[in-house]
């Protein structure tokens, strides 16, 4: 096999042997994660052995780490020791005649350079040297031993010299040259071409490393290997890496650090460090400052980018090692209540000085004097350490690494969330971290600098005049045919529409968060958007996904802040009060009155320059870019002219001026600023009409905006209030704290979803990726962020923006019914394409009911038009060079379904009917169905009836963990680990109490009625290691299962499934943005995530280049429908196909969008079941959908000239882009990335997914050594067993393969108590015990990692320490992080204390430890847990099911304690006495716990030291419980017999009474609507549908009808209970009503009946005479084809749509809101209307409002057509024709009665006397059909 260098072509300079961009492939996004460590001697002195031992240390870690394609090259290890000085000195002596200088007298370093290069980048370097007055004593080629490194690595094997330097005897002098030497080299040596990376240059410490794994490091360094090598320190480190790309460079130690983790908010750290660049200035470097730019060097890492980070901030601002890392990775510190007051002064002047670098990072780090390591601020790294006698320290990411007797270890301990582990061999001391952070924060008078310098806003405000602080005000116009919304033309200028104010912004005000949304993003991409989308819609979130994780930032809102410094930032060289001087904002939305305080701020020398972001209309497209580049020219010249903030508005756009989009504004700036290097010397602050969602507000923040005022918002409900449509009517200072509330909780769920805490970082990041946004916007505004597909440029911007403009200001008085209402969120005919608008739901549903192939043809030719309209792959099509083949030679349907799957959709997101009909018709078909997270009960996978099997074959491991027991996991063919989740990467759920239901309890192993959350991936996914981890976990769960694992599509998803696939997964499914959900908000649902066409094709190219691609079977899913989109699929590199919604759509579900209500009418996504018994679908419509959809599939593979769909995977050059004809941006895009083949990235490559199987080594493990000595335990031969055996942290998921062997036998029931029981020695690797089945006791006498007891299934787990070791357990680490994490039964005992996330989702196991870290308990539903001893922090967040018993005795557990979800209470049962006693004395038994033993024995006075941890949803649940078993004995109580109760005088009592025959007249049962008003209240409009009978009550009695010619109809009684008719309205995601089949009009019937309901008659008017002229005629005559579409008719009577409609207009009318409104200008066009029947007054209406003159002509002797003498009075009294007639008279039209054009009145001559003639003729004579059969008897 060719070498991967030879094969591709690869970047020179920092990137060596990683490949140039290619195809959808970025070298930039590349990530790793690793295993950490190190090994020091506290008090300093030099020995051989420190070497040895972290030798151990690596290659026990060597699980940790990865291997490439080859198998043999590692990822990268290395090592970092303290100079070798002896050793040295006696090599150049014996080598080159030189004597070394003495110690710190000469600075060693090592340097990767090209083996063709030497002497050039030598003479190079020597002369940088000399340049600095430094001089180059001597050069040495490092001994290497090339044969032990593998094929991949070799190919980029640098030549490695080692060069010695000296120069002057000042000692910091000295350094300071050697840094700026270092600096300046790797910033010039590379721009000659050549290949240089100098690991190291310094006085104190040498790196060893490469692109090795763990145990070649070792022999290749000859160095390493030699006796004499003596150090007091060495700090290890091995690299998993996302790619198989040789990188030498990459490993890690870097200068001062190794870093395991990811550093989330990396682009906006690395633009400031270049923006300080403008504002740093060093007394010591003077104008040799520069020479150390760019403080971060190109190429780097993130890893790399934080060690020039801090070698900077140590090397040049003043700061020693600790206090830089503790700068740029401070504590949580802004929400802890139990920090010191002068560690939270410190933080919050570092904060003032510089954004933490934030992300889950365990950073190592050392000087030579000092070497430590420090915890991000969540604990999202592992990491151990023991200290020893002999006073020598181990750290490392595990325990276990190094063998050392038990009594000579005096503590083992682990760092804790944003704590500090620090050794200072120069004191010969190891210093705690509060020691060391109060010693740091003491240094300087900081809390004396914050309270005199900084500054607030209010301070700002009382320093203005009250007068100054009036908001501007803004005169609305008169506009006569619309409500209130059109009175503000910024409202239709800035993007606004009725939907987005409903369904988003009121809900911000009134609920105080976001509005929820389901069923995912149908709507089209901003990119194929015809309807003008704001520049916000190009953007899509990123999210975290593998390499790090996402965070919950409700119940962890601890660690969260939005607190931001503002202003000009000081020089952070030079630590001062200075840094101070910056205004400091708690969250960065501003009021109305903050905003004009900032705009007249003159306090303490401050002042602010507002600047106009509009630009003049009559500049056309032509003048966004000159606006922009005028924009950002004025903000540099504020910043150079002193001003300390800029303030952006579009207030002044009008009539004239157009808005700039704000986004393009902020962003154009501060990248200019940055670029200049004045970003840090002003504040920027937006003030915009058109920001209002939370993805604007993160928008806008993420490209740098310090702060924003929404000012449109706050005037828009402003002024529904004063229209009495704000309920509750609340003050503006309520409006704004609800809408700020919400905001901050929408941008802290969209920063955390990408797994950052603070604001301060997140602003800036930039963490977004650009769909369809072509370059040159990308490069002037958003600079770095990625935008792969090209799109629109500055023209077509302007262009909407100018759209919008004249949607605004336009003086035609017409119609906004589309522009008003566009559909963006729920479709509506007419507005926004969506991919399931009705007629695909129709036409799909009837060819899956019936096997109907014409419906499929109909249905796929509307589909593929919905996805050109929509989605990327519709401007694809297929081209080939082959000709057609028989489709009998193409394999057959029957093949091609087998790789067919169902969505990962839970048992509790939809219903269990819907549920098991899926997993039946996927058995049926020969494909796989998936349990979704939650769960599955074993009754379903025992039953395997080929014909109807309920067994999913597919099970999800997500974070919620729901009822994955080993059982579970056993009975599966394949283990889906949900990373995220298409319709809302990187958010968790919840799935609320009232839908939790026995069944679904059952199947959850929870409390009904108890809510269960589903966190964000988390947990024991941090990293890319750790999902390798999880991966072999679930392999040794069952050996049988293919490992599975979601991600979702975004940039770099390519490069983390390359990760995926070198950490041994074997499938991978890659989810597109438009996925479906149960639940989300519509942030998440429209803004996250991008395209499965992208995802699919980047993932495919780069396991191709990493020659991985044989391994993984490759799966895309999201909105897949049809044949045509499965073959674009397979084209794009996919080998499965993942469908959800369509098969839902086939088994009745109509697009309802009401999933998260629990209100699905037709019984598939709800749990109650009055709904669900309305479900209608068989398993035989999803056979019949997939067999109709294979195919077509067939079809086109024969018209392709194709045998298989094999044959067309990865062949993108069948696919061309054919983009939308009718849609100029679509014409736009650029796919050529997306199209191209990978295999001429890499030739020759194997590309069969699955031909090549991961390598696993399970045969190794020590549970089948095991399993053989209880195999006749598991097979009943032998009743009990017990061994005696050793571990080490290399025997990882111990006891899970023999889990999987029990399960296989005995299901959930497990072994009897007792069967098995292991004894051990040692420590346990990672997942000790995971999925311990029942009947399974384990005991280990030593220590475990992480992930002890995972998913616990019943099993017994003891682990306590050594016996003979020496120190106090309560007050020691004995096992990791999320220990029993899931854990569904079985007991713990844990003497010592537990780290971080302590039982998360434990929901029935009884566990014990002796202390735990933060989050403990967090989620937990079910089990017990007894802690004595200390918590951390945070303790029972989300907690819902379940007891905790706390021991303290110190009295800090309530402020340790997160009492969102519980109550503390003291220990007064006596059933939780006896049961805590009882749980101490087996505790004490089995782990001889001396804190357990005193407790027991002093119990009448420690027992008031207990705190009952109960969760208050719980308790509610048990009580309810109670009840309802107290019901039922009363029940059974009351045999035969009756109980009267109370009368329910309720409103919707008296309407359901109305169906019923009625005894009364039937006037006299509706009550009086104004009488009642409290009553209708009370109406559900939730479920209106369910609750109330449609009205029988239209028309007036028979009897009174028979003696009049009246109209039948009884308006009156009509109107007062109509609103109870409106609430059955289920105001429907895709309102069949309004579609084709439903109302002609197009009318918006589900809002104007929603107004009805609000009482908001008005506004029910103006939406109805969006559409429709003549409401008074419809609503008696017409035949209702909207009822007949509504979808409450398919299992209930519809909605009573026309009576709705009659009565607006008529009570219209009676108000005398209808007024003759002739138009305000004439355009002087006279227009002749022939006909004045229905369309003929109809064309007349609207002729005449745009300004014409028209005149109807009419034969009969009165106006109205049919309409006057077609249709009888009984339907349509005359009198509301000749109403309608004399209104429009009075509007200028005149009616030309009694004449019959052609006859009476030449045509011509109408034609000559106007400008144009419109024909209405209507029919005189009734049509007939003579088709065949027409006169047979009974056709009429």
């Known amino acids: 096999m060719r070498s991967v260098v030879e094969e591709m072509s690869t970047m020179k300079g920092q990137f060596p042997g990683l490949p140039h961009p290619q195809g959808l492939y970025d070298p930039t996004l590349e990530r790793d994660a690793c295993g950490v460590g190190f090994v020091v001697n506290i008090d300093g002195s030099k020995s051989h052995k420190v070497l040895r031992d972290s030798e151990t240390m690596l290659i026990r870690m060597e699980h940790r780490g990865a291997c490439g394609c080859d198998n043999d090259s590692g990822d990268g290890a290395g090592v970092l020791t303290a100079i070798p000085h002896n050793m040295y000195a006696r090599i150049m002596k014996a080598d080159q005649g030189i004597d070394l200088p003495e110690p710190g007298q000469y600075a060693t370093g090592m340097m990767f350079v090209d083996k063709t290069q030497v002497e050039e980048v030598k003479a190079v370097f020597t002369q940088m040297a000399e340049d600095f007055q430094i001089k180059v004593i001597a050069w040495r080629n490092v001994p290497v031993d090339s044969t032990q490194i593998g094929r991949v690595a070799m190919t980029t094997e640098p030549a490695i010299l080692q060069v010695f330097v000296t120069g002057s005897s000042d000692l910091a002098e000295f350094q300071r040259k050697v840094y700026l030497l270092r600096k300046f080299s790797s910033h010039n040596i590379p721009k000659k071409n050549l290949r240089y990376y100098i690991s190291t240059l310094s006085t104190e410490t040498i790196v060893y490393k490469g692109q090795l794994n763990p145990r070649q490091l070792w022999k290749y360094f000859l160095d390493l290997e030699n006796p004499e090598y003596e150090?007091?320190?060495?700090?290890?480190?091995?690299?998993?890496?996302?790619?198989?790309?040789?990188?030498?460079?990459?490993?890690?130690?870097?200068?001062?650090?190794?870093?395991?983790?990811?550093?989330?908010?990396?682009?906006?750290?690395?633009?400031?460090?270049?923006?300080?660049?403008?504002?740093?200035?060093?007394?010591?470097?003077?104008?040799?400052?520069?020479?150390?730019?760019?403080?971060?060097?190109?190429?780097?890492?993130?890893?790399?980018?934080?060690?020039?980070?801090?070698?900077?901030?140590?090397?040049?601002?003043?700061?020693?090692?600790?206090?830089?890392?503790?700068?740029?990775?401070?504590?949580?510190?802004?929400?802890?209540?139990?920090?010191?007051?002068?560690?939270?002064?410190?933080?919050?002047?570092?904060?003032?000085?510089?954004?933490?670098?934030?992300?889950?990072?365990?950073?190592?780090?050392?000087?030579?004097?000092?070497?430590?390591?420090?915890?991000?601020?969540?604990?999202?790294?592992?990491?151990?350490?023991?200290?020893?006698?002999?006073?020598?320290?181990?750290?490392?990411?595990?325990?276990?690494?190094?063998?050392?007797?038990?009594?000579?270890?005096?503590?083992?301990?682990?760092?804790?969330?944003?704590?500090?582990?620090?050794?200072?061999?120069?004191?010969?001391?190891?210093?705690?971290?509060?020691?060391?952070?109060?010693?740091?924060?003491?240094?300087?008078?900081?809390?004396?600098?914050?309270?005199?310098?900084?500054?607030?806003?209010?301070?700002?405000?009382?320093?203005?005049?009250?007068?100054?602080l009036a908001p501007p005000t803004y005169e609305l116009r008169e506009i006569r045919h619309d409500g209130w919304l059109l009175k503000d033309p910024r409202i239709p200028l800035f993007g606004y529409t009725m939907e987005i104010i409903n369904m988003l912004v009121l809900p911000?005000?009134?609920?105080?968060?976001?509005?929820?949304?389901?069923?995912?993003?149908?709507?089209?991409?901003?990119?194929?958007?015809?309807?003008?989308?704001?520049?916000?819609?190009?953007?899509?979130?990123?999210?975290?996904?593998?390499?790090?994780?996402?965070?919950?930032?409700?119940?962890?809102?601890?660690?969260?802040?939005?607190?931001?410094?503002?202003?000009?930032?000081?020089?952070?060289?030079?630590?001062?009060?200075?840094?101070?001087?910056?205004l400091w904002l708690e969250q960065p939305l501003l009021s109305l009155t903050d905003l004009q305080a900032l705009k007249v701020v003159n306090h303490r020398g401050w002042k602010s320059k507002v600047i106009d972001i509009v630009f003049p209309l009559d500049a056309g497209e032509d003048g966004l870019v000159p606006a922009l580049q005028s924009v950002c020219q004025q903000a540099a010249e504020a910043a150079n002219q002193g001003y300390q903030l800029i303030i952006l508005s579009d207030r002044s756009v009008g009539a004239n001026n157009v808005p700039i989009p704000s986004l393009l504004a902020g962003g154009a700036v501060h990248h200019h600023l940055i670029e200049q290097k004045l970003r840090l010397k002003v504040g920027i602050i937006l003030e915009t009409g058109e920001a209002r969602e939370v993805h604007h507000i993160c928008t806008l923040l993420g490209y740098g905006v310090d702060a924003i005022c929404p000012y449109l918002v706050y005037e828009t409900i402003s002024r529904l209030r004063g229209a009495g449509l704000l309920d509750p009517p609340l003050s503006d200072d309520e409006v704004f704290d609800s809408y700020q509330a919400a905001c901050a909780r929408g941008i802290s769920k969209v920063m955390a979803k990408m797994g950052i805490s603070t604001l301060h970082s997140y602003k800036g990041a930039q963490i977004f990726e650009a769909l369809g946004l072509h370059n040159e916007v990308v490069n002037m505004c958003f600079r770095g962020t990625a935008s792969r597909i090209g799109g629109v440029t500055f023209r077509e911007l302007a262009t909407e923006a100018l759209s919008r403009h004249k949607l605004a200001y336009r003086l035609e008085d017409t119609d906004e019914y589309i522009e008003m209402n566009p559909g963006l969120y729920h479709w509506r005919d007419g507005g926004e394409q969506h991919m399931n608008d009705p007629l695909t739901l129709a036409n799909l549903q009837d060819a899956a009911k019936n096997n109907n192939k014409s419906a499929y043809g109909k249905?796929?030719?509307?589909?593929?038009?919905?996805?050109?309209?929509?989605?990327?792959?519709?401007?694809?099509?297929?081209?080939?060079?082959?000709?057609?083949?028989?489709?009998?030679?193409?394999?057959?349907?029957?093949?091609?379904?087998?790789?067919?799957?169902?969505?990962?959709?839970?048992?509790?997101?939809?219903?269990?009917?819907?549920?098991?009909?899926?997993?039946?018709?996927?058995?049926?078909?020969?494909?796989?169905?998936?349990?979704?997270?939650?769960?599955?009960?074993?009754?379903?996978?025992?039953?395997?009836?080929?014909?109807?099997?309920?067994?999913?074959?597919?099970?999800?491991?997500?974070?919620?963990?729901?009822?994955?027991?080993?059982?579970?996991?056993?009975?599966?063919?394949?283990?889906?680990?949900?990373?995220?989740?298409?319709?809302?990467?990187?958010?968790?759920?919840?799935?609320?109490?009232?839908?939790?239901?026995?069944e679904i309890a059952k199947t959850r192993h929870s409390i009904p009625g108890v809510g269960l959350i589903s966190p964000p991936p988390h947990h024991d996914i941090y990293s890319i290691e750790d999902l390798a981890e999880l991966i072999y976990d679930l392999k040794c769960s069952n050996p049988n299962a293919r490992i599975s694992v979601k991600l979702v599509s975004e940039a770099g998803v390519g490069i983390i499934?390359?990760?995926?696939?070198?950490?041994?997964?074997?499938?991978?499914?890659?989810?597109?943005?438009?996925?479906?959900?149960?639940?989300?908000?519509?942030?998440?649902?429209?803004?996250?995530?991008?395209?499965?066409?992208?995802?699919?094709?980047?993932?495919?190219?780069?396991?191709?280049?990493?020659?991985?691609?044989?391994?993984?079977?490759?799966?895309?899913?999201?909105?897949?429908?049809?044949?045509?989109?499965?073959?674009?699929?397979?084209?794009?590199?996919?080998?499965?196909?993942?469908?959800?919604?369509?098969?839902?759509?086939?088994?009745?579900?109509?697009?309802?969008?009401?999933?998260?209500?629990?209100?699905?009418?037709?019984?598939?996504?709800?749990?109650?079941?009055?709904?669900?018994?309305?479900?209608?679908?068989?398993?035989?419509?999803?056979?019949?959908?997939?067999?109709?959809?294979?195919?077509?599939?067939?079809?086109?593979?024969?018209?392709?000239?194709?045998?298989?769909?094999?044959?067309?995977?990865?062949?993108?050059?069948?696919?061309?882009?054919?983009?939308?004809?009718?849609?100029?941006?679509?014409?736009?895009?650029?796919?050529?990335?997306?199209?191209?083949?990978?295999?001429?990235?890499?030739?020759?490559?194997?590309?069969?997914?699955?031909?090549?199987?991961?390598?696993?080594?399970?045969?190794?493990?020590?549970?089948?050594?095991?399993?053989?000595?209880?195999?006749?335990?598991?097979?009943?031969?032998?009743?009990?067993?017990?061994?005696?055996?050793?571990?080490?942290?290399?025997?990882?998921?111990?006891?899970?393969?023999?889990?999987?062997?029990?399960?296989?036998?005995?299901?959930?029931?497990?072994?009897?108590?007792?069967?098995?029981?292991?004894?051990?020695?040692?420590?346990?690797?990672?997942?000790?015990?995971?999925?311990?089945?029942?009947?399974?006791?384990?005991?280990?006498?030593?220590?475990?990692?992480?992930?002890?007891?995972?998913?616990?299934?019943?099993?017994?787990?003891?682990?306590?320490?050594?016996?003979?070791?020496?120190?106090?357990?309560?007050?020691?680490?004995?096992?990791?992080?999320?220990?029993?994490?899931?854990?569904?039964?079985?007991?713990?005992?844990?003497?010592?204390?537990?780290?971080?996330?302590?039982?998360?989702?434990?929901?029935?196991?009884?566990?014990?430890?002796?202390?735990?870290?933060?989050?403990?308990?967090?989620?937990?539903?079910?089990?017990?847990?007894?802690?004595?001893?200390?918590?951390?922090?945070?303790?029972?967040?989300?907690?819902?099911?379940?007891?905790?018993?706390?021991?303290?005795?110190?009295?800090?557990?309530?402020?340790?304690?997160?009492?969102?979800?519980?109550?503390?209470?003291?220990?007064?049962?006596?059933?939780?006495?006896?049961?805590?006693?009882?749980?101490?004395?087996?505790?004490?038994?089995?782990?001889?716990?001396?804190?357990?033993?005193?407790?027991?024995?002093?119990?009448?006075?420690?027992?008031?030291?207990?705190?009952?941890?109960?969760?208050?949803?719980?308790?509610?649940?048990?009580?309810?419980?109670?009840?309802?078993?107290?019901?039922?004995?009363?029940?059974?109580?009351?045999?035969?017999?009756?109980?009267?109760?109370?009368?329910?005088?309720?409103?919707?009592?008296?309407?359901?009474?109305?169906?019923?025959?009625?005894?009364?007249?039937?006037?006299?049962?509706?009550p009086n609507a104004t009488q009642n008003l409290k009553k209708l209240e009370k109406l559900d409009k939730l479920r209106g549908f369910m609750k109330y009978d449609r009205a029988s009550y239209q028309y007036r009695d028979v009897k009174t009808r028979q003696k009049d010619w009246k109209e039948i109809y009884n308006h009156k009684v009509v109107k007062d209970g109509l609103k109870v008719q409106a609430a059955r309205c289920m105001d429907c995601g895709v309102p069949f009503c309004q579609s084709h089949d439903g109302c002609p009009l197009s009318n918006i019937i589900p809002k104007w009946n929603d107004l009805i309901f609000r009482d908001d008659w008005k506004e029910a008017l103006n939406q109805l005479l969006q559409t429709n002229n003549f409401p008074e005629f419809t609503g008696r005559v017409c035949p209702a084809p909207c009822e007949g579409a509504c979808v409450l008719g398919i299992n209930s009577p519809p909605v009573t749509i026309k009576n709705i409609e009659c009565a607006i207009i008529d009570h219209a009318f009676e108000m005398g809101w209808i007024k003759p409104e002739p138009p305000l200008t004439r355009t002087g066009k006279k227009v002749a209307v022939i006909g004045s029947g229905p369309s003929g007054l109809a064309a007349a209406a609207q002729l005449n409002k745009a300004g014409h003159t028209v005149t109807v002509y009419e034969r009969n002797d009165r106006p109205g057509g049919l309409l006057r003498y077609g249709i009888p009075t009984m339907k349509l009294d005359k009198d509301v024709v000749q109403r309608r007639v004399d209104l429009m008279t009075q509007e200028g039209i005149a009616f030309v009665c009694g004449q019959e054009v052609g006859k009476d009145l030449p045509a011509t001559n109408i034609l000559a006397e106007n400008d144009a003639m419109v024909l209405a003729l209507g029919a005189t004579y009734p049509r007939d059909l003579p088709i065949p059969g027409r006169n047979l008897n009974g056709i009429h």
């Open 508 to 582: 911000m005000v009134k609920e105080r968060k976001e509005a929820l949304g389901s069923m995912g993003n149908d709507a089209p991409l901003a990119c194929l958007s015809r309807y003008n989308p704001l520049i916000f819609d190009y953007f899509k979130q990123c999210f975290a996904q593998v390499t790090n994780p996402p965070i919950d930032p409700f119940r962890e809102k601890i660690v969260m802040s939005l607190a931001c410094p503002v202003g000009p930032e000081a020089n952070i060289l030079e630590p001062s009060e200075a840094q101070c001087q910056r």
């Open 859 to 998: 249905f796929t030719e509307s589909a593929w038009r919905s996805a050109m309209k929509c989605s990327l792959r519709g401007q694809l099509d297929f081209t080939s060079r082959d000709g057609p083949i028989d489709v009998a030679e193409v394999e057959p349907a029957s093949e091609i379904v087998k790789r067919f799957c169902t969505g990962a959709m839970s048992f509790g997101s939809i219903s269990m009917e819907a549920h098991t009909s899926l997993a039946i018709a996927m058995n049926r078909i020969g494909g796989k169905s998936n349990t979704g997270e939650g769960g599955e009960n074993a009754d379903r996978y025992l039953n395997e009836d080929p014909q109807f099997n309920k067994r999913s074959k597919i099970k999800q491991v997500a974070s919620g963990r729901f009822g994955v027991t080993s059982s579970y996991l056993t009975h599966a063919d394949e283990l889906q680990i949900k990373m995220a989740q298409g319709a809302k990467p990187g958010e968790g759920g919840e799935l609320p109490g009232h839908k939790v239901s026995k």
């Open 1057 to 1566: 499934a390359a990760g995926v696939a070198k950490g041994k997964a074997e499938h991978i499914t890659i989810s597109g943005h438009d996925g479906g959900t149960g639940a989300s908000s519509w942030t998440g649902i429209k803004n996250a995530g991008l395209p499965w066409e992208l995802g699919i094709s980047e993932t495919h190219q780069t396991l191709v280049m990493n020659d991985l691609r044989s391994r993984i079977v490759l799966q895309a899913d999201g909105q897949i429908r049809s044949g045509r989109d499965v073959v674009v699929a397979a084209m794009l590199g996919a080998d499965e196909y993942g469908f959800s919604t369509a098969p839902l759509i086939t088994l009745g579900c109509t697009m309802m969008r009401k999933c998260h209500l629990n209100t699905c009418p037709v019984g598939i996504a709800t749990q109650d079941p009055v709904l669900r018994a309305k479900f209608a679908g068989k398993p035989d419509y999803v056979v019949n959908y997939l067999f109709l959809l294979a195919e077509e599939i067939r079809d086109i593979l024969a018209k392709l000239g194709k045998r298989s769909l094999q044959e067309v995977i990865g062949c993108t050059e069948l696919l061309k882009f054919s983009p939308d004809p009718e849609n100029h941006k679509a014409g736009l895009l650029d796919f050529s990335l997306i199209l191209k083949n990978a295999l001429t990235i890499r030739p020759n490559t194997e590309i069969l997914g699955g031909s090549v199987k991961q390598i696993f080594d399970l045969d190794k493990r020590l549970d089948y050594q095991v399993l053989e000595k209880c195999r006749n335990v598991i097979d009943g031969k032998e009743k009990t067993v017990t061994l005696n055996m050793k571990i080490g942290n290399e025997d990882r998921t111990f006891g899970s393969t023999l889990s999987y062997y029990i399960s296989k036998k005995t299901v959930e029931d497990g072994l009897p108590k007792g069967s098995i029981n292991i004894n051990l020695t040692g420590s346990g690797g990672q997942s000790f015990c995971a999925f311990l089945a029942g009947g399974v006791h384990v005991t280990l006498e030593g220590d475990a990692n992480d992930y002890v007891g995972k998913g616990l299934s019943g099993g017994e787990v003891v682990i306590y320490p050594p016996k003979d070791s020496p120190f106090d357990s309560v007050n020691n680490v004995i096992v990791g992080n999320v220990v029993l994490y899931g854990a569904t039964a079985g007991k713990a005992f844990f003497r010592g204390q537990t780290a971080e996330r302590f039982c998360v989702r434990n929901s029935g196991a009884i566990a014990v430890s002796e202390g735990c870290g933060d989050h403990g308990c967090e989620y937990m539903t079910g089990g017990r847990v007894l802690i004595i001893g200390l918590t951390g922090r945070n303790f029972a967040a989300g907690m819902s099911g379940g007891l905790a018993f706390i021991y303290d005795k110190e009295r800090r557990f309530d402020s340790m304690c997160n009492k969102a979800s519980v109550d503390l209470e003291s220990l007064e049962l006596d059933e939780d006495s006896d049961f805590i006693q009882n749980l101490l004395k087996e505790f004490h038994e089995k782990t001889g716990s001396v804190r357990a033993l005193d407790i027991l024995q002093n119990w009448a006075q420690e027992k008031q030291f207990f705190i009952k941890v109960f969760p208050r949803e719980y308790r509610r649940a048990l009580q309810e419980m109670a009840e309802e078993e107290a019901k039922k004995v009363a029940e059974n109580e009351m045999i035969n017999g009756g109980v009267d109760g109370d009368e329910e005088d309720d409103e919707e009592e008296v309407i359901n009474e109305q169906k019923k025959p009625a005894v009364v007249d039937i006037e006299e049962t509706i």
């Open 231 to 468: 150090t007091h320190i060495s700090l290890i480190h091995s690299r998993f890496s996302t790619n198989t790309f040789p990188s030498w460079e990459r490993a890690h130690p870097k200068r001062v650090l190794a870093h395991n983790g990811e550093i989330n908010t990396l682009r906006g750290n690395v633009n400031l460090m270049r923006a300080r660049e403008g504002v740093m200035h060093s007394q010591v470097y003077g104008d040799q400052l520069k020479k150390l730019y760019p403080v971060v060097e190109e190429g780097m890492t993130d890893s790399g980018c934080v060690d020039n980070a801090l070698e900077f901030l140590c090397m040049a601002g003043g700061r020693e090692l600790p206090e830089a890392i503790m700068t740029m990775v401070p504590e949580a510190w802004q929400n802890d209540k139990n920090m010191s007051a002068e560690k939270k002064a410190f933080y919050r002047w570092s904060a003032f000085a510089m954004e933490p670098w934030d992300g889950p990072a365990l950073l190592t780090f050392c000087d030579g004097r000092y070497v430590g390591a420090i915890l991000d601020r969540n604990g999202l790294r592992p990491s151990r350490f023991y200290v020893t006698k002999d006073n020598v320290m181990y750290m490392a990411s595990e325990v276990g690494v190094i063998d050392l007797p038990s009594a000579d270890v005096v503590q083992k301990g682990r760092l804790k969330p944003g704590r500090m582990l620090l050794v200072d061999t120069e004191s010969k001391s190891f210093m705690r971290d509060d020691v060391i952070k109060n010693h740091l924060a003491g240094l300087r008078p900081v809390a004396k600098w914050l309270q005199e310098q900084t500054m607030s806003l209010d301070e700002i405000k009382k320093s203005c005049d009250p007068a100054s």
